[in-house]
């Protein structure tokens, strides 16, 4: 199973908006709706930022969208914040019970 | 609250073996899967494998099989992570983290235990 496909890196201005792109195949993000979105800064476990695809948990600030098409899933950072600099995983379910995560993309705030 | 609490950092020689434990707390132990993620120096998060607490049922990523064990306690509440004939790039943090429903996201991580594999 490979990792999806981040782009290594995305920066942006303070309240610009950043979106982090999600390449997988058909036998995971284009084939289920089971695409979450991780957030992790430095020495942290990861936390929850999206689930299922668009889907924003309790805690969550509203500048964080997602969105999928086809084999790609996108997180979007609207009005970007100093706190949001951090690394960001995609993660799907790719079926016969196993999971796979993406390659990471660090987000710098200019 | 939902609590998963690790154990302690571990050294260990090439060829040992590793065992990680998580403890859960806040909730029902046997009604959410608990999957385990490693994260190697600098590096992103890679799956290993998942287990059913409820009926002790689990998979592990292709690259792990013949190495990994998950097993649980449920009289503990506490999963563990077992890793065989350890090389250095196993060298990571490994992760617990409880799935909501199976497969769908992970709603609760542990703080991880660093694995350090040298000689």
């Known amino acids: 199973q490979s990792a999806l496909t981040q782009p290594r890196s995305v920066s942006g201005s303070p309240g610009q908006s950043v979106t982090i792109s999600c390449t997988g195949t058909s036998s995971d993000v284009g084939g289920y709706n089971y695409v979450s979105w991780y957030q992790q800064h430095p020495g942290k476990a990861p936390k929850l930022m999206i689930s299922d695809v668009s889907l924003r948990p309790s805690g969550v600030p509203d500048r964080f969208s997602g969105s999928k098409s086809g084999n790609t899933a996108s997180l979007t950072i609207s009005g970007l914040q100093a706190e949001d600099e951090a690394d960001y995983y995609c993660c799907s379910f790719a079926g016969s019970f196993t999971v796979v995560f993406g390659t990471g993309t660090k987000v710098t705030v200019l | ?119």
């Open chain 2, 1 to 119: 609250q939902v609590q998963l609490v690790e154990s302690g950092a571990e050294v260990k020689k090439p060829g040992a073996s590793v065992k990680v434990s998580c403890l859960a707390s806040g909730y029902t132990f046997t009604s959410n899967y608990i999957h385990w993620v490693r994260q190697a120096p600098g590096q992103g998060l890679e799956w290993m494998g998942v287990i059913n607490p409820s009926d002790d049922t689990k998979s592990y990523a292709q690259k792990f099989q013949g190495r990994v064990s998950m097993t649980r306690d449920t009289s503990t509440s506490t999963v563990y992570m077992d890793l065989s004939s350890l090389r250095s790039d196993d060298t990571a943090v490994y992760y617990c983290a409880r799935a909501h429903s199976g497969y769908d996201f992970f709603d609760y991580w542990g703080q991880g235990t660093l694995v350090t594999v040298s000689s």
